[in-house]
């Protein structure tokens, strides 16, 4: 498993449709570690492994799960299976995995159904930053230490930083 905090108590799941995928998510490890935001990574298909998606997202939850966020590539249909089996937010990454590029997962998991909504954040490892970032401004809404640390980062956005 990557560098990830592994905790019982993660308020973030991230989930991958595959190990292939896990490069993707990378960089957004030092944001949720600069926010505070507990998190944990797992790794089930929703094509291949249904049955320990269903499991992953149950047991999670029950721990204090807050966010999931998904990364998936191809036929992207990882988030939208998620964002089924639960009603807290989920945010989707779309993964470049094979000829598309990654406009085939893009789509995937931005075209959801009318009352089963996905965030959808940009293709690949940006995108990636930008799911850290989107689940640390929904957790920023009751947690003011969230909120703190996010104000710091968008102070150092506006210095240059990056
Ligand atoms: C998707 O298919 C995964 O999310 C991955 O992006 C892509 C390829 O998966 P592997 O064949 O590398 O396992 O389901």
Redesign the pocket.
Known sequence: MPASKKTESARVVIL??????LPVIEGMYPLLERFGIRHEVHVA?A?RQPEKLKRIIRNTEKAGAEIFIA????A?H?PGVVASMTAKPVIGIP?A?GPLAGVDALLSIVQMPPGVPVATVAIGGAGARNAACLAARMLALGDKKVAEALDAYIKELARGGK
């Open positions: 991958l449709g595959s190990k292939s995928d298909s094509h990364a998936a590539g191809m992207a990882l993964v995995a």
